[in-house]
């Protein structure tokens, strides 16, 4: 494409979707002429139609820039990156605008702001989310949501766990959270950030910032972090925090991943909380057992008909939903239950975590604490309540926040696994056991699962296999919440969550 017509077209996008103001255009197009090195302007193509998506223009810029020699092999996405940025609002603009608009037409409408202008700068990959595989598996209960995540890359725990160790100030940004992204070019071994914008917080006495994951695993996923480069911590002050967010944004939920390897989440080295619009399966869930207190009069509290171990409470009293909460995750932290395999501490290392989840309907406050403990054994090396052994080729990665409440992000290897299984059993492609218990073949770590398929005999069509291929994950999936419940749906399990609500000076309503 010419380069003068693409500065154009590049402008009329950001006039139509960047808020680019009359009086700013010659500044931003003597911008453009010196990104793409051009010595002029050109003019504005009669009847060009603006795009609603960036791609076809980050596309475009991409190819540019490699063509004319503006930028190397590989850089390419940091290179129209860099120009949406420029494109895009400055921050204290951004801050300006949400804060006027929350004011005159409420929070939805604030976050509607950003969360569009995050797409349509390219922040927020809308495109390639949209190619991600989903679907709802009807449990009978509140349901779980399944995608397949093509556009992140799967991690374990190891790699997660070296994250709490890592010397800290040898990389800038410190990490993919830090403020410090904020207009960041990006390097060989960091995604570039120009184009991200965040809003400014105040949330437990301390300064936060909000932002929108570049992933969005449900409707409108924000991530609201720490300035400071701290270490996750769920203490006494979390439940503050988390009302803070809610009374702050009241259309969405807020939650925070545990604080130990294996039960957290993916990073661990800066303390962050993520959120939403989406109502997830865990929000349908009924109370299963109810309680009373007389310490706390005002609460209904109860635990959660759910897979994993979970105490819910709410009221309308913000001060008796913090304190009650503190008391949960505090008490929750030196809690044993030998029976259970529940440990709280091997010598002075803790096991015992919990995920707080918050979030406000009507006047009244609605709190999930999801209880976890990370200790391994010899029988479950990577987790007595992580995913087990006959599991680990569906889903290695800790099941953090998100997963927790029943949305599962699999990792993107399983498209092109699923396909391969698929057509073995509907007889497209041979089934030949032997050579599936090779190791050095790509099905190996599915040699169980495509042998377990296939004793229900051939699928009569590919959309059959692929249906048997989904029922299995969807049961997978719900055998993994299974494995993350510290007190079992069984006699000790009862038993010892009982115990627990006893502690917390608890009596059945």
Known sequence: MDGKILVERLLAYARAHLHLREEDEMYARNALLTFLRLPSPGKAE????????????????????????LCAEGEEERFWVDIFGALSP????????????????????????????????????????ARNLKWEYDDGKCGLEITVNLSKPEKNNKEIAKLLTAPKGEKYPACALCKENEGFAGTATHPPRRNIRTIRMTIGGEPWFLQYSPYAYYDEHCIAINEQHVPMNVGVRTPVKLLDFVDRLPNYFIGSNASLPIVGGSILNHEHFQGGLHLMPMHRAKIRKAYKSDAFPGLSVGILEWYNSAVQFSGTSRAEVAAFAAKVIEEWKNFDCPACDILSHTGDTPHNASSPICRKVGDTYVFTLILRNNRTNEEFP???????????NIKSEGIGLIEAMGLFILPPRLKWQFGEIEAILCGEAEYDPAALSDPENDLYIHRDMVAQLMKGGRAATRAEAEARVRGHV?????????????????????????AFMQKLGLEEA
């Open 46 to 69: 009669e009847g060009y139609v603006v795009p609603d998506s960036p791609d076809e223009l980050a596309e475009a810029v991409a190819a540019y820039a490699l063509e004319n020699g």
């Open 90 to 129: 400055l921050p204290s603009v951004v801050n300006d605008e949400f804060a006027r608009i929350e004011k005159e037409r409420g929070a939805q409408a604030a976050c509607d702001y950003l969360y569009d202008l995050s797409v349509k700068n390219g922040y927020v990959r809308a495109s390639a989310i």
């Open 382 to 392: 990577d987790g007595i309540f992580h995913v087990h052994p006959e599991y680990l």
């Open 474 to 498: 969807n049961r997978v999936c719900a055998g993994i919440l299974g494995n993350t419940a510290v007190f079992k749906n069984d006699k000790n399990g009862r038993a010892g969550f009982a």
